[in-house]
């Protein structure tokens, strides 16, 4: 087990960093699994059993791979194999019968980023997951209850591993004991209770591989037959004993663990530690290698600057694999066979399992292992029901889907064809520190001249308040702009997509540095009748009783009313900040009563489509907002024009009553954060289109848009949400530098 750090920053972060990224190798793993065929008998008479031994190494086991190819091209056999954390992706992938070929294909192709995020991937999450990145962009969640608070188990998710894990092998191969595969493999892990080694032997591949890249604190522990597991570095990183125990007559064992820090690089409390767990790696990694007898061979690849993290130096590493491995051809080639025979033993390790069956009609669905959630609850939203033709891939779908919950840790399913019909028990793992969860974060903006905003903000959301599935969810930001807002979610059954939602908002402007200074306080009690259209979106219909105060050096405007309000929600967009797929739209209608002038309503509609070309990722948005008819509303609404964005070089204005605004962004990646600090780095540039709409309904031409502005800006995609630093400019207004610290769209 080793600490990585990622490629880009390698040379600038803190080496300690190294110790929260270590399973960068996950994906690598995640991608590489195949079926194979039952278990291979003893090799031919005349010829030692040789054993594979792969160590742990985090990017640097990319190596294992071009060790794999030279084995290959010399026609050295491989009768077992043993690995640790990489190592036993690595080897669980070719135990399973994928070629070296393949394996190097999907190091190419895989999503890093993704398999180490913080949380399910955005396309998995329920919609009211996703609602809660518009209301605060920050990724910073703890758990609240009566002890105080509660930290995740782990830095990374862990859904995209075990999702990925589960997806590599067809044919059932990854819920197979991996005692069943061609090659005879097994893979090591720790005990986390008593700090001993656990080698697993008779575990399903996808759990053994899992269980051995479980590095405590970026990936949660994993539970097998009772036993707690982690990380097999900690206490055998390379398991030259185990594979003797196997029956291995000769070793290829292959070493990929980095070297201990520098005393220059030991510079903070997070680099000690990254130095005591390397100690204790070097140390039975040491111990391993004097069990190495004259007959075995050691490779060890040199991997001259390569880091732990460093997946984007994948071609070199298998190179530096390949040519440490041909520098031992000489006794490698004691060890060969000739063409046909070793052509016999591949086919053998790649045998494939009959064809996977299709969909077949689902005979029975179990949720188990759920103490606060409703499984009949999470049954009917996942919506696989009894006797309907279920495909795996359906199934996998809808763990997905319940994972995107945000209630639970981990969800494991296991699927079991018999006799024409499928039956699927799906356990899930509840987060203790989920149900009452609290995501807090800060919202900085500034023009450096006339507009800035400093604002901390909290969201809390207390889930499963009844069997129903009742939540809470409740916000305050205090600062230039207050405001808070609780709302109650309360479906109409166990799982029902109908609801009712109560609420109340208070929200107060104090604007005393703008060019015309005002103050706005209004508070919302509301009542809606909505109903979730799948996870992407939702309509409601509200009705809202409106209290509102607004002033400044003209005039005042006070109001009491009730209004009612049609809103229509969707959200496809693959990321909250810097999308590059899906869609947003929002809607929302309301219909105020008689004024002086006669009945109005108004209308704010906001559209965002999300692309990618290339390396460049962006989207085109549009926004309308404004009244209906004759009559005005002389009340604030939206955010309106000017600011970073919004015509980027004008005054920003959050009082504008109608407008029309359009804009394209695009943005490629320049940079990449430290895991568990964020995700890319970018740089960028917007052009925006915009204008005030003063006149009537009837009068307005949208082909009068003729203020236009543009942006250029470098944005770093953090946990406290998006930081931008942008330089806007807008046609005959001037242009300003913006500091953002927070704002998604």
Avoid at 401 to 424: A, K, M, P
Wanted: glycine letters at 10%; charged letters at 20%.
């Amino acid at each position: 087990m080793q600490s990585p750090v990622p490629h880009q920053l390698r040379r600038t972060a803190n080496p300690g960093l190294r110790s929260l990224t270590l399973c960068f190798f996950t994906l690598f793993a995640a991608s590489t699994l195949a079926p194979a065929a039952p278990a291979g008998g003893p090799p031919e008479a005349g010829r030692p059993r040789v054993g594979l031994v792969l160590s742990g190494g985090g990017a640097r086991g990319l190596a294992h791979i071009g060790v794999l190819k030279a084995l290959q091209q010399l026609q050295v056999p491989v009768d077992l194999v043993v690995g640790t954390s990489m190592g036993a992706v690595v080897g669980g992938a070719y135990a399973a019968g994928r070629s070296v070929e393949e394996l190097e294909q999907l190091v190419r192709t895989a999503d890093w980023t993704r398999i180490l995020a913080d949380r399910p991937a955005r396309p998995d999450l329920s919609f009211r997951r996703r609602e809660e990145d518009r209301l605060l962009a920050s990724r910073i969640e703890l758990g609240l209850d009566r002890e105080g608070l509660l930290l995740p188990s782990s830095a990374a998710g862990n859904s995209a591993l075990e999702f990925t894990l589960e997806r590599l092998a067809p044919n059932q191969r990854s819920e197979q004991a991996i005692d069943q595969l061609a090659l005879p493999f097994q893979a090591l892990a720790t005990d986390l209770v008593n700090g001993r080694l656990v080698v697993l032997k008779d575990t399903p591949l996808n759990q053994a591989m899992r269980a051995s890249m479980a590095v405590p604190g970026l990936f949660s522990p994993v539970r097998v037959k009772g036993r707690l597991l982690v990380d097999g570095g900690l206490v055998r990183n390379l398991g030259v004993d185990v594979a003797r125990a196997m029956g291995a007559d000769v070793i290829i064992a292959v070493n990929v663990g980095s070297p201990l820090l520098d005393e220059q690089e030991i510079q903070s409390a997070l680099s000690v530690t990254d130095q005591m767990i390397k100690i204790l790696t070097t140390q039975n990694v040491e111990r391993s290698l004097e069990e190495l007898g004259s007959a075995d061979i050691l490779l060890t690849p040199e991997m001259s600057g390569i880091g732990l993290t460093d997946f984007e130096s994948a071609e070199r590493a298998i190179d530096d694999g390949l040519l440490t491995a041909l520098a031992a051809s000489e006794r490698l080639r004691a060890l060969a066979l000739p063409a046909p025979r070793y052509a016999l033993h591949e086919e053998r390790r790649r045998l494939r399992s009959q064809a996977e069956a299709g969909p077949l009609p689902l005979a029975a669905l179990r949720i188990q292992g759920s103490r606060f959630t409703n499984p009949q609850a999470l049954q009917r939203e996942i919506d696989l029901q009894p006797g309907q033709s279920t495909s795996r891939e359906r199934i996998q779908q809808a763990s997905a889907q319940l994972y995107g919950r945000g209630d639970f840790e981990r969800v494991q399913t296991q699927v079991s064809d018999d006799e024409g019909h499928r039956e699927v028990v799906m356990t899930v793992t509840e987060a203790a520190w989920a149900r009452s969860r609290l995501r807090m974060g800060i919202e900085l903006a500034s023009d450096f001249k006339s507009f800035n905003r400093n604002t901390l903000s909290a969201l809390h959301t207390l889930s499963w308040l009844n069997s129903w599935g009742a939540e809470l969810r409740s916000s305050v930001k205090l600062g230039s702009y207050k405001e808070l807002k609780s709302s109650v979610m309360q479906p109409l059954g166990p799982g029902s997509r109908w609801y009712v939602e109560p609420s109340l908002e208070i929200m107060g402007i104090r604007d005393n540095e703008s060019l015309k200074p005002y103050q706005w306080d209004m508070a919302h009690l509301g009542f809606a009748l909505g109903r979730q259209l799948g996870p992407w979106g939702d309509v409601q219909l509200a009705g809202l009783r409106i209290r509102s105060d607004y002033r400044d050096a003209d005039y005042r405007i006070r109001a009491n009313f009730g209004v009612p309000e049609f809103r229509w929600r969707l959200d496809s967009l693959d990321a909250p900040a810097f999308p590059s797929s899906g869609r947003l739209l929002n809607l929302a209608l309301r219909r105020y009563p008689l004024t002086v002038e006669g009945q109005a309503s108004t209308y704010q509609l906001k559209f965002m489509q999300a692309f990618r070309r290339g390396e460049w990722a962006g989207h085109i948005y549009g926004a309308y907002a404004g009244s209906l008819g004759e009559a005005r509303i002389e009340l604030p609404q939206g955010e309106g024009l000017g600011g970073f964005l919004r015509l980027s070089g004008s005054e920003p204005s959050s009082k504008t009553q109608s407008y029309a605004l359009t804009r394209v962004v695009l943005a490629r990646r320049v940079g990449q954060m430290p895991v568990g600090f964020g995700d890319a780095v970018r740089a960028g540039f917007s052009l925006e289109l915009g204008q005030e709409l003063a006149v009537p309904y009837g009068e307005r031409n949208l082909r009068k848009l003729n203020r236009f502005a543009a942006s250029g800006f470098i944005a770093v995609d953090s946990r406290f949400g998006p930081v931008y630093l942008a330089l806007g400019a807008t046609r005959d207004g001037g242009g300003r530098l913006y500091f953002f610290v927070g704002p998604v769209w």
